[in-house]
Structures are given as structure tokens and as C-alpha cells.
T-cell receptor, first 113, second 112 residues
Framework: EPEVTQTPSHQVTQMGQEVILRCVPI?????FYWYRQILGQKVEFLVS????????KSEIFDDQFSVERPDGSNFTLKIRSTKLEDSAMYFC???????????FGDGTRLSIL | QKEVEQDPGPLSVPEGAIVSLNCTYS??????FMWYRQYSRKGPELLMY????GNKEDGRFTAQVDKSSKYISLFIRDSQPSDSATYLC????????????FGTGTSLTVIP
């Protein structure tokens, strides 16, 4: 069964550094999402992306965050200057269209030191 | 006001028991309701997907939605140790690729 794949599985970064999290959504999917889950807390929406532009974003997704689909397969989340509170699991999700539920990758655990 | 409320548990049941997991919500605009299962250090895995009110059955799993009470349930029959995981409810207001709103998840352990 097709899967959403995320790399790396674990990223350790110094505070203030830039980090890029990578995702390969399911190949025929058109909608892409990033969520995060701080340890012990809810899965929280960050951003959705459709037709090469952001379609919705949350308050968490401030100017430090950006997303990009640099080619036909990858979908990336960049955090420009990481803070300690950015430490979390980051999940990428995709769906073929708005009528279908989202399929999630296994996440990248981001640890900011 | 929290959008989606879910009892975090933990819930511990003997093998073969019927498990009932529940979520309540406040936003009457929610139309699409999902249940995900999440194993440790893994992403959420879709279990059930329902639209509006009613029941949906898939094998040992039954999802119920009561929009009048803003209450959704997931029932697991003949629970197995492999069902031990965290169960997340999620919901969305429309089918236009909107964000999902998640509950905190209920941790379930099925004891052999």
C-alpha cells in the first residue's frame, strides 16, 4: 500500500539553526499538510498546501515557517531559526482530494538543544 | 473552548472485551469524522472515516456519530493485544481539504 515517507526520522539541531524536514507524499495525492505533536499533547495543524500554494495555516505557522514543493515528489517544511519550543514530532500528511481522509507519515522527531 | 475533547485514559481491558472510545466536540460545523490508531513512535493510521451522523462498521470496528449530541464513538469488539495503541479522533468541517482537529488520544492496553 502506498505510504507517506518522512526523513529524517530524528533531527537534532542547535537553537537558532535552520532545519528542513522532508516528506514524500503518496504519488497521486494533491493536498499536502504538516502537523506537529508536542510530547503528551494533541496533534496540531500547521499548514495545508494545494496547487502549489498555501491554502490554510494556523497561528503556529508564523514567519519562521515555510513550505515548499521543490519538485513533483517532495514536500518540505523549513523552520528558519529554531526555538526550544519547536521540539516536537512533525507529521506530514496527504490526500488525493478533499473528500478523502488524510494519510500520515511516521513523523520526524525534532529535538532543539 | 476546546474544539475536540477526548478522555486520555489510560484504558486497560482484558483480551476479548468490547472497548468503547469517545470524543465530544463543540463546533457544529464538523461534518467529517475520523478515527486514527497510533502506535508508539509511529504516525496516525486511519481506521474509520464517516460523514455526518450514523454508524459505520468495518470488521471488529464500529464508528458512531451523533451530531445532535456532538458525540462520536469507536467500538472495538473482541479486542486483541495488537489493538494496544493510542486512538485519536479527528474531525473536519468540510470536504475541501481543510485541516483536521484532533482529540488528545486515548491510550488503550489489551491484556492477554
Amino acid at each position: 500500500e502506498p505510504e507517506v515517507t518522512q526523513t529524517p526520522s530524528h533531527q537534532v539541531t542547535q537553537m537558532g539553526q535552520e532545519v528542513i524536514l522532508r516528506c514524500v507524499p503518496i504519488s497521486n495525492h494533491l493536498y499536502f499538510y504538516w502537523y506537529r505533536q508536542i510530547l503528551g499533547q494533541k496533534v496540531e495543524f500547521l499548514v495545508s498546501f494545494y496547487n502549489n500554494e498555501i491554502s490554510e495555516k494556523s497561528e503556529i505557522f508564523d514567519d519562521q515557517f515555510s513550505v515548499e514543493r521543490p519538485d513533483g515528489s517532495n514536500f518540505t517544511l523549513k523552520i528558519r531559526s529554531t526555538k526550544l519550543e519547536d521540539s516536537a514530532m512533525y507529521f506530514c500528511a496527504s490526500t488525493i482530494d478533499g473528500n478523502q481522509p488524510q494519510h500520515f507519515g511516521d513523523g520526524t522527531r525534532l529535538s532543539i538543544l | 473552548q476546546k474544539e475536540v475533547e477526548q478522555d486520555p485514559g489510560p484504558l486497560s481491558v482484558p483480551e476479548g472485551a468490547i472497548v468503547s472510545l469517545n470524543c465530544t466536540y463543540s463546533n457544529s460545523a464538523f461534518q467529517y469524522f475520523m478515527w486514527y490508531r497510533q502506535y508508539s513512535r509511529k504516525g496516525p493510521e486511519l481506521l474509520m472515516y464517516t460523514y455526518s451522523s450514523g454508524n459505520k462498521e468495518d470488521g471488529r470496528f464500529t464508528a458512531q456519530v451523533d451530531k445532535s449530541s456532538k458525540y462520536i464513538s469507536l467500538f472495538i469488539r473482541d479486542s486483541q493485544p495488537s489493538d494496544s495503541a493510542t486512538y485519536l479522533c479527528a474531525m473536519s468541517p468540510s470536504n475541501t481539504g481543510n485541516q483536521f482537529y484532533f482529540g488528545t488520544g486515548t491510550s488503550l492496553t489489551v491484556i492477554p
